[in-house]
């Protein structure tokens, strides 16, 4: 290994050998230690940061040992006994519970991948064919502002539009309409959640897009009008195609995170329309969890949810290579 | 900017006008929630109990609610934890991520790889809810501030965004102060970080509004009422509509509970509305670094 190492690092990072060090081997080439020891400032830099991630992020992936032990919190994380996939139980024999849960979190899933994830390619393609910069670039300050909102606020200004005595409300009793109930029904739980998705980050969403527009090659849109093509088939023949990369990638990224939908959102409102409707899997592990004190079990769910989560995002750039993009890795390399 | 209608023709009226329909009903459509909440925070007691709810254009201006929630009590303690916890943590957290971001952005650094690495393998795997939560408690945190700051401190996208900022500062001023004999410290506070300040405010901003809009960390970790921030006091107050009682304000007299719902409302997002307009216009550039290069 440390013979390795100095190899793969002096390739891109030491400059060429030069007449000056070429009298010592051991000054051209020092060892892994001796490099370590001279950059030990850098090593104390990355130190801090290192160790939160090491405590916070990597000890916790070990701590999911419990979603295989009976956790009792007085004995810790090691001292609890091992139980084998008795945790998994839910998920194998299919606890109504739990297939609630799911369905609920595929149903928002498919759901968002149709409703949600085109909205802001359509805006900005709509942003795009505004004339002035000026104009869009106000437009674009107002539309982006939702997405700093948290979601409690969201959840509340939701709530005092639509609610029962929010603004659409009061106008619409004092016009003598009769009020609607949105907030709090449950055949409408979904429609407002995707609402309150589309309302708060469609408008950031955008900001991808319009880079990838912006690079599309305008001699395209030339060549295009030279042949003959409206505004209508240059859209279909060179805005669309120049797209086409910049989508696909994003729609990987989302699938990755297809089990994990509105979390805060979803427990914010949660209580007004009842876990028929509103459990999904996060919500399901933190009622059983951490509320319910089934820690093994909903360590097992959660844990089944992260590895599915990341074998579809392998999954799903695996598949965008065969489709000949450059998917998710090969972006952060270049 | 290369604008992007060379070759296209030039929009039609009709279509022209129906972007402008679409357009103002989607501006409308995110300015007037904020501006009903405003509205009715600083409105009339019998102009709110006529409308029976919310009002767009208050009658005249009451501040009795401001009054009530920022002369001691439930909501001034909230905000004093809030800022806290932005505070502190945004300014841990810049510094913490750009030691990290610099050192793995130096090429001769042996261990730049390995915790690259580390970074890029984190944001790929979330350890969950509730192993995270044991370890908060492992390391006795509940119940204290310090748990909405710590666990959350590096972002790992905030981490590669930096990185890939630093590495495209100009290696010849960073080689030519080597060779002054400058140390790496020098090199990061002196060139690299005056170099920075974009990226360092649209991270800063990443981070800060993390940390004031973070709910379920509060909701998980701290128990005593009198840490909570102030999305949990949002959340007690204004979503589940619990109503406010005289030992929750700092005045004598009760204001109604919409004007005072709105203000804590109004209260808990307007350092994002102070600060937005300053940050805005480096989004762009902070955000596509870090999402194209990374």
Same mark, same amino acid.
């Given at each position: 290994? +440390? ?47 290192? #160790? ?104 509340? #200004?939701?709530?005092? &539009? ?5 603004? &659409? ?85 989302? #699938? ?44 097992? $769910? ?11 995002? &392998? ?12 998917? $998710? ?6 | ?7 296209? !023709? ?18 409308? !459509? ?48 909230? #905000? ?12 841990? +957290?810049?510094? $913490? ?28 795997? +979330? ?89 379920? +960390? ?7 009422? !009198? ?23 700092? &005045? ?17 997002? $307007? ?12 989004? !762009? ?10």
């Amino acid at each position: 290994m +440390s013979v390795t190492v100095p190899q793969d690092t002096a390739r891109e990072a030491e400059p060429p050998p030069s007449a000056e060090g070429a009298g010592s081997a051991e000054r051209r080439r020092p060892g892994f230690w001796q490099k370590l020891w001279r950059d030990r400032l850098l090593v104390l830099f990355v130190l801090p940061g290192f #160790l939160v991630l090491l405590v916070y992020h990597y000890y916790p992936l070990l701590g999911n040992i419990i979603a295989f032990k009976d956790y009792r919190p007085y004995r810790g994380v090691w001292g609890s006994d091992w139980v084998g996939l008795e945790n998994f139980e839910v998920i194998y024999t299919g606890d109504p519970a739990f297939l609630n849960a799911l369905t609920n979190t595929l149903i928002l899933t498919a759901l968002q991948a149709v409703l949600v994830f085109p909205a802001p390619i359509i805006l900005a393609l709509l942003l795009n064919s505004l004339l002035s910069e000026k104009i869009k670039r106000v437009i674009q300050s107002i539309l982006y502002l939702p997405h700093f909102l948290s979601w409690v606020v969201v959840v509340a #200004l939701f709530q005092q &539009l639509l609610g029962g005595s929010g603004l &659409l409300n009061t106008f619409l009793r004092s016009h003598d309409l009769g009020a609607v109930s949105i907030i709090g029904n449950g055949e409408l739980f979904r429609p407002l959640l995707l609402s309150q998705v589309i309302w708060k980050d469609t408008g950031w969403a955008t900001i991808i897009f319009l880079a990838a527009l912006a690079t599309i090659n305008a001699e395209l849109y030339e060549a295009a009008a030279v042949d003959g093509a409206g505004r209508w088939r240059q859209m279909l023949h060179v805005t669309l195609p120049g797209l086409k990369g910049v989508v696909i990638l994003l729609f990987i990224l989302q #699938l990755g995170t297809s089990l994990t939908v509105g979390f805060e959102q979803i427990l914010l409102q949660q209580a007004a329309v009842g876990l028929d409707r509103s459990e999904v899997l996060d919500t399901f592990v933190y009622n059983r969890g951490v509320i319910g004190g089934h820690w093994g079990m909903a360590t097992a $769910v959660g844990l089944v949810k992260s590895v599915v989560g990341v074998a579809l995002v &392998l999954g799903a750039n695996k598949l965008a290579h065969l489709f000949g993009e450059a998917g $998710v890795y090969a972006t952060k390399e270049s | 900017m290369p604008t992007l209608l060379h070759g296209q !023709a030039p929009p039609s009226a009709p279509e022209r006008l129906i972007k402008a329909v679409v357009f103002t009903v989607l501006c409308l !459509a995110v300015l007037v929630p904020f501006l009903a909440v405003f509205a009715t925070s600083v409105a009339p007691r019998e102009q709110i109990s006529d409308a029976g709810g919310l009002v767009l254009l208050p009658r005249g201006i009451d501040l009795t609610a401001y009054e009530a929630i920022f002369s001691g009590g439930v909501v001034t303690r909230a #905000l004093g934890v809030s800022i806290f916890v932005t505070v502190v943590g945004t300014g841990l +957290s810049l510094l $913490v991520s750009c030691l990290l971001a610099y050192a793995i952005s130096r090429s001769h650094f042996v261990l730049a790889r390995p915790v690259l690495l580390v970074v890029l393998i984190g944001m790929l795997f +979330s350890p969950g809810i509730i192993p995270v939560y044991l370890v908060v408690k492992q390391t006795g945190l509940l119940d204290s501030l310090w748990a909405l700051i710590i666990p959350t401190m590096v972002s790992g996208f905030n981490v590669i965004v930096l990185r890939s900022f630093f590495q495209g500062i100009p290696e010849e001023l960073t080689e030519s102060a080597t060779i002054d004999g400058a140390s790496e410290w020098t090199i990061f506070s002196r060139i690299v970080m005056p170099l920075s300040k974009a990226v360092l405010a649209v991270i800063g901003l990443f981070y800060a509004v993390g940390y004031w809009n973070s709910f379920f +960390s509060a909701l998980l970790y701290i128990d005593d009422a !009198a840490k909570w921030p102030m999305q949990l006091v949002l959340r007690t107050y204004v979503v589940n509509d619990t109503a406010m009682g005289q030992a929750d304000i700092g &005045l004598e007299q009760m204001p109604p509970q919409s004007s005072l719902q709105m203000a804590i409302l109004v209260v808990s997002m $307007v350092p994002i509305l102070i600060v937005y307009p300053f940050l805005q216009r480096h989004f !762009a550039k902070g955000v596509l670094t870090g999402a194209v290069k990374g």
